[in-house]
């Protein structure tokens, strides 16, 4: 039988929050969203503008929209504006800093056949901490419950205890999720019990948790409707690339949630096995 043995993973205080803008709507939106975040965690932010041509440097609107982010959060703010490419700087800068966290606005127009290859798949794939992505466009000032996607792959207990943390943060409730394909009766018996097992742990730190299963031929669609039914305000998943092709919960699963998501996402990076890393140098 399978145990929960939670994997230590912790949100270090006084770090750096990424937020790539490009001055869209959704990247001033992404801005707006970090703000609770950063004055709970006493972090710093940093906007992060990559341009293309000298022509579109912006040091000027930059200056002012760093000021004014300041004003409005209560936060340190500055900001960065280097040249080249959007996704390649966000991740190369977010390693020169250590950031303890990306935040990036997306499109809305953006679809998962577009970004698979190149763009913002590339970026949480890469990412050296985790990437919260914005796509839609009202969200709640704070967060009163985060759904928590849960298969029985060793990489989704590593976010339990981010998910707590985050809750306690917030005065959140976690809604934990399992997601089985209805044709394995195995599978889902074994991820029952083990739900069940998750839910009292993180009821024991505290924290108000229920837990639900559902049969679905489609992940990401299942996932996202349950939180819009729920009204939930984050949605937290791993970053899981290279699985087998027995795991039913694939990483193009979690790619497709960013993808149709209109709720905040959280993508954890895996734990290097040789060493458990903190939030001060990346929650993965």
Request: proline share 5%.
């Amino acid at each position: 039988m399978l145990h929960y043995h939670p994997i230590p993973m912790q949100i270090k205080e006084r770090g750096i929050i990424l937020i790539p803008i490009d001055f869209t709507k959704q990247s001033l939106a992404a801005i707006k969203q970090s703000y609770n975040l950063a004055k709970y965690t006493h972090s710093k932010l940093v906007l992060l503008h990559v341009y293309s041509s000298e022509k579109d440097e912006s040091v000027e609107a930059l200056t002012k929209l760093a000021k004014q982010t300041e004003q409005e959060s209560g936060v340190p703010t500055e900001f960065k504006n280097v040249k080249g490419d959007i996704y390649a700087e966000t991740d190369r800068m977010a390693e020169e800093l250590k950031a303890t966290l990306i935040i990036a606005g997306l499109e809305s127009h953006m679809k998962f056949r577009n970004i698979i290859g190149s763009s913002a798949s590339k970026l949480i794939r890469k990412a050296p901490c985790p990437v919260i992505t914005i796509r839609g466009h009202e969200h709640r000032d704070g967060c009163e419950n985060i759904l928590f996607p849960l298969d029985l792959s060793p990489e989704t207990r590593e976010k339990t205890d981010v998910a707590i943390q985050f809750a306690k943060y917030f005065g959140a409730s976690i809604r934990i999720l399992g997601v089985f394909d209805p044709k394995d009766s195995d599978y889902e018996n074994k991820l029952l019990a083990y739900s069940h097992q998750v839910k009292q742990f993180i009821k024991s730190k505290g924290i108000s948790c229920t837990n639900k299963s559902i049969p679905t031929n489609n992940i990401a669609e299942s996932v996202v409707d349950y939180a819009n039914k729920i009204e939930a305000d984050l949605i937290m998943i791993m970053n899981k690339p290279g699985l087998s092709v027995g795991e039913f919960f694939k990483g193009t699963d979690s790619q497709k949630i960013v993808d149709i998501s209109n709720i905040p996402v959280m993508t954890i990076q895996p734990l290097k096995r040789e060493s458990v890393m903190s939030f001060g140098t990346g929650l993965s």
